[in-house]
């Protein structure tokens, strides 16, 4: 079955730290794989997305995932975390549906920065 | 552009009442997707639509959940009658033709009672 998985439920990381966020995926065929994030209250927003070319992408806030097509991973990654960048973190991959393509996203993860 | 638009940001009914969530898609946008969050159960996705026409309704929990697209800039989700676990936050996202990414609305939150 295809699927989209992030093993953390939540991610806890000072201020300035690096931060890693984990997910990997099942698919069959080429994935296209995508970072979205949710603040409190709002709807999903899109951080980054990876389809081909370069296994490092770059996003929105500075963010950056690593495609592994070995592990089957697609880690969201910061250099350096800001309080602001406590939120709700989802994981999607894009599947071959009937009809067409569809979006399967993942659980999400909280990510905690702590000042 | 606005974006996504959502009618009401919050609703709260009595058990057995209809509820009517309302979406206008990103103009140009040719899918649009309703989904449902909760705690428990995360993000699911209820029901999505290609150029008007419901393409997958599988996630769709029971038959007193509806939906329906009549043009291209509205569509609506209606739960008749409602239930206490129906309460949640209901996202509409639109994606246009060639584009990957989804957009998301605001999200109703609904609350039965």
């Known amino acids: 079955a295809q699927s989209v998985a992030q093993p953390e439920d939540q991610v806890n990381v000072a201020e300035g730290n690096p931060l890693t966020v984990k997910c990997t995926y099942s698919v069959s065929g080429n994935p296209y794989l995508f970072w979205y994030v949710q603040y409190p209250n709002r709807g999903l927003q899109f951080l980054l997305k990876?389809?081909?070319?370069?296994?490092l992408v770059k996003g929105s806030y500075g963010f950056e995932a690593e495609f592994n097509k070995s592990q089957t991973s697609f880690h969201l990654k910061k250099p350096s975390a800001l309080v602001s960048d406590s939120a709700l973190y989802f994981c999607?991959?894009?599947?071959?549906?009937?009809?067409?393509?569809?979006?399967?996203f993942g659980a999400g993860t909280r990510l905690f920065v702590k000042a | 552009d606005a974006g996504v638009i959502q009618s009401p940001r919050h609703e709260v009914t009595e058990m057995g009442q209809e509820v009517t969530l309302r979406c206008k898609p990103i103009s140009g946008h040719n899918s649009l997707f309703w989904y449902r969050q909760t705690m428990m159960r995360g993000l699911e996705l209820l029901i999505y639509?290609?150029?008007?026409?419901?393409?997958?309704d599988s996630g769709m929990p029971e038959d007193r959940f509806s939906a329906k697209m009549p043009n291209a800039s509205f569509s609506t989700l209606k739960i008749q009658p409602s239930e206490p676990r129906d309460s949640a936050v209901y996202f509409c996202a639109s994606q246009g033709e060639g584009l990957d990414e989804q957009f998301f609305g605001p999200g109703t939150r609904l609350t039965v009672l």
């Open positions: 639509f290609n150029n008007n026409v419901p393409i997958d």
């Open positions: 990876y389809i081909t070319g370069d296994n």
């Open positions: 999607a991959v894009r599947v071959l549906n009937t009809g067409g393509f569809k979006t399967i």
